[in-house]
């Protein structure tokens, strides 16, 4: 079991770029979700799927889109990358179970620099 | 609206020595869930324990242990006998199902550990 995995690992990207952040799961999860990670802060969602076939936008969604290819996996898409978007992503999965115990699993991370 | 706060960005303690860090959050709905992650200076995010708003007893998992004050909003994680190996970042998380927020995890600041012999 690889649990959730991220491709990939460090990426630099040039101002205007478009770049596809890989995420795939192997827990069977129904939720999927992408968060973004910048120095002295927490993890911020990005976007995140309830379920496949399903999007819907998190704190800050601007500048990217997402979709669920299939139920293991997530894609993230940087159209066209700013500096401000330098950060590290996370992919999370978890089972969508009803109620508020649903915990998250995260994958090891994408580190992304925008020059 | 900052939901969840953690106070304490840095804290050193010694090896074998117990620590608590302490996490406060805010919310309007009576069902959530509460959770704590580790992340070593390696970057992944490691989950280490839940209580739900509902549990009776404060949740324990191994060396870690929540002590859980409902009518405080506190949820503070507690460490005992301190190891080198966990020496990390540590995110109090909560999920709740307000209408704003349904289902997702909402994040501290985070408080760094550093573990000395």
């Known amino acids: 079991n690889a649990g959730v995995t991220q491709t990939p690992k460090f990426q630099v990207l040039k101002t205007g770029q478009s770049m596809t952040l890989q995420c795939a799961q192997d827990?069977?999860?129904?939720?999927m979700y992408w968060y973004r990670q910048d120095p002295g802060m927490g993890l911020r969602l990005i976007y995140y799927s309830a379920s496949e076939g399903t999007t819907d936008k998190g704190e800050v969604p601007n500048g990217y889109n997402v979709s669920r290819l299939n139920k293991r996996e997530f894609s993230l898409r940087l159209e066209s990358a700013a500096p401000s978007q330098t950060s590290v992503y996370f992919c999370?999965?978890?089972?969508?179970?009803?109620?508020?115990?649903?915990?998250?699993?995260f994958g090891p991370g994408t580190r992304l620099t925008v020059l | 609206a900052q939901k969840i706060t953690q106070t304490q960005p840095g804290m050193f303690v010694q090896e074998k020595e117990a620590v608590t860090l302490d996490c406060t959050y805010d919310t309007s709905d009576p069902s959530y869930g509460l959770f704590w992650y580790k992340q070593p200076s390696s970057g992944e995010m490691i989950f280490l324990i839940y209580q739900g708003s509902y549990d009776q007893q404060n949740a324990t998992e191994g060396r870690y242990s929540l002590n859980f004050q409902k009518a405080r909003k506190s949820a503070n994680l507690v460490i005992s006998a301190s190891q080198l190996g966990d020496s990390a970042m540590y995110f109090c998380a909560m999920r709740d199902l307000t209408t704003d927020s349904w289902g997702k995890l909402q994040f501290g600041a985070g408080t760094q550990v550093v573990v000395t012999p």
């Open positions: 999370a999965s978890s089972e969508a179970l009803a109620g508020e115990e649903d915990t998250q699993y």
């Open positions: 827990m069977n999860h129904n939720s």
